[in-house]
Every structure is written in C-alpha cells, then in structure tokens.
C-alpha cells in the first residue's frame, strides 16, 4: 500500500514537472522581463547586459505585461548573410583595376596636355582630359557605392553573428556563419510606470536562435534574450 502510495506521489511529481516546465517555455518573456526589470531597478549593469543585446535603463516604478504576440519562426539569414559579405567583398576588390585605369588614363592625358604646342592640339588634350574626367568620376563613384554595400553587408552578417551567439551563450563559434537553422522572435508590450507616475507602453523585441550544427553533430538551442525595446508610437 505504501509503495502504491509512493508510486502515485512519484507520478503526481513528474507530471507537475512537466506542466510547469511547458508553462515557463510557452510564457518566457515572463521569467526573463521579470529579471531584467529587477536588475533595473537594482542598477546591476552586469546581469542586464547578461539577457539584452543593448542593455538600456528606465525610470521603473512598476511594470505590467499587455500583450505578447504569437511567437514567429523563420529560416535563418546566417548562411545568406555570410555569402552576402563574400560577394561584396569581392566586387570591391574587382573593381579596383578598372578605378585604377581610369585613373593612368586621366594622368596620361593631362601629361598630353600639358605638353600641346599649338590651340588645336590643346582643344583636343582638353576634350580627352574632360572626358577621361567624367570616365574617372563615374568608376569612382561606383566604387564608392560597392564600397558603402560592402560596409553594410559586413555589418548586417556581424550583427547578426553576435546576436545568435549572445543567444547559444557559446562564446566564440568559428563556423556559426556556416550553421542553419530557425531564429525564433515575439514581440512584448509593457506598461511602465516610472516614479512620477507617468506610463509608457514600451515593446520589446525578444529572439532566440536554434542552429543545426552537423560537423559536432549537434543542434545547438539557444535562450530567449532581448534584441531592443522602444516606446510604442
């Protein structure tokens, strides 16, 4: 009888276990919004640096969850992004040649130039100085164009490398830009209420990362963490 007994406690353990294990992964952002704001409120940088990506403080009296929208998952941009920076990076630098002609092509020209003995053969260095000019113009500009998508696309890939790593809590992966897998994101309305009694309806933008990582063979689960939160318009 006491072994029954025991048997059906045991049970009755698991099953609570189980539930609470599922109500705290369905309803994240309650455990993790509930840290941030205490360690807002008790001023510790460190631990908020520990759950957001730009750790920011507000006036904080007391807070209220409003609403959560459904949960988003989508392919991740990783892979994508990587071979985005490749390809830009290698446009860049194939575009140096035809910057660099144009440039010897102008400099020969203005030599012509300045060695012309007589008006026609002046009027003609000119005319190939001006339009070597505008050639020249033209190739720089477009390198500077590559060169600001470049920027960006090295940007966008390195944001994104830290924030799925910010979110495995794996310190540095050195194939991570290799890895697929889904990106996991919701959204979080919160009514603050600062020490003056002023409310402000804030949105947080949560993310988590799950990567698939076949070489450790492995899928690699990351936590819920916040990417950004701002005032509702």
């Excluded at 904080?60 to 459904?70: F, H, K, P, T």
Aim: glycine share 6%; charged share 30%.
């Amino acid at each position: 009888m006491r072994r029954k007994g025991l048997i059906i406690l045991g049970a009755v353990a698991v099953l609570f276990i189980v539930v609470s294990l599922q109500s705290c992964k369905s309803t994240p952002e309650k455990g993790l919004l509930g840290t941030y704001f205490n360690a807002m409120t008790m001023k510790d940088t460190t631990t908020m640096s520990t759950m957001a990506v730009e750790p920011t403080s507000i006036d904080v009296a007391s807070w209220e969850i409003v609403s959560v929208s459904e949960e988003k998952i989508e392919p991740t941009q990783l892979v994508e992004m990587g071979n985005a920076e490749l390809e830009t990076k290698k446009k860049l630098e194939g575009h140096v040649g035809p910057v660099m002609d144009a440039e010897d092509a102008l400099y020969g020209a203005q030599e012509e130039l300045k060695s012309a003995r007589t008006g026609g053969a002046r009027a003609a260095a000119k005319k190939k100085v001006d339009d070597l000019q505008a050639k020249f113009d033209q190739e720089r500009e477009i390198h500077r164009q590559l060169q600001r998508d470049y920027n960006e696309a090295k940007a966008a890939a390195q944001r994104e490398k830290d924030t799925s790593i910010f979110s495995l809590g794996a310190g540095e992966l050195a194939n991570i830009m290799d890895l697929a897998g889904t990106v996991h994101t919701k959204d979080v309305d919160v009514k603050v209420t600062g020490h003056d009694g002023k409310v402000t309806t804030y949105r947080f933008n949560l993310r988590r990362y799950e990567l698939r990582d076949e070489a450790a063979n492995l899928t690699r689960r990351g936590r819920w963490i916040i990417v950004k939160f701002e005032p509702v318009a």
